[in-house]
């Protein structure tokens, strides 16, 4: 059975696809068409964490391509207590027909691709997030015509940063991870990408304007992820020579566009100037996980767009 729980576990055809598939819905969508491809199914939704984007653009993509969704937390699914997980999987699968989980740990969303009889999505995880990578490479094809381009990534190696730089591997985009020491790319995660994709160019550059110099997307996440907020302090400290903001953009060429997988904490690891100004495609980006969303279900379910 098919899963979407990691970039390292799909083939880069398999993302293609995925791709094409999300472009011809959006097409398709913008012409007023609205292909009933998973009319009669179910897709539920399992949250541990809040979510704004990847909640309301699976509900919304389900809904468009005919079926329906069903929500649910953490505490109405009887985790962590009521229920044993295995039990918890075997159930809700054999209910729907997707399941999108949006975990504390990526351990949980592995578990749940044990006993589950329907695919898993992985939604958000503490080591990855390959919904939103998907859309950013969507996102930057959209907006170039073409991936032959270089991104800069500024701020902590966090989930969101780890799921694009595989992304980008798949994709042979140069890759520049810019971050204080201790924040970095662990040696482990570079072990594993140079194993699977051993042509892939990927560099850490500790100096922000270095790192932005040659890059055609400068991209940003909050500083303090969802169960760090303890560190908030500590972290403002160390990020702040980090923040994406007018200078910095100065510092590379004048193409490059700006990303946010959002939210934002304007402010501190972005200017409003560099949200809302000219560079910035981040709201382009918000807009194509929906249609990712519709990608991934898609090829779960083995449908296309024609």
Known sequence: MKHFDSLLRITTQEIQDILQTAQDLKVGLKKGNRPTLLAGHTLILLFEKPSLRTRISFETAIAQLGGSSLFLSAADAGLHGRESLPDVARVLSSYSDFIVIRAFSQTLIEEMTKYSRCPIINGLSDRSHPCQALADIFTIQESFGDLKRRIAFVGDGNNVARSLAVAAAHMNIPFVMSAPAGFEFHSQFLKRLHE?????????????????????????????????????????????????????????????????????????????????????IAFEQAENRLHLSKGILAWLANKTAM
Request: glycine fraction near 6%; charge should be negative; include cysteine.
């Open 196 to 280: 699977q994709f051993p042509n892939f160019q990927i560099t850490q550059e500790p100096d922000p304007r270095k790192a932005v110099a040659a890059a055609d997307i400068i991209y940003t996440d909050v500083w303090v992820s969802m169960g760090q907020e303890a560190e908030t302090e500590k972290r403002k400290s160390i990020f702040a020579p980090y923040q994406v903001n007018e200078k910095l953009l100065a510092a590379a060429p004048g193409h490059v566009k700006f990303m946010h997988c959002l939210p934002a904490r304007r402010g501190l690891e972005v200017t409003d100037g560099v949200m809302d100004g000219e560079h910035s």
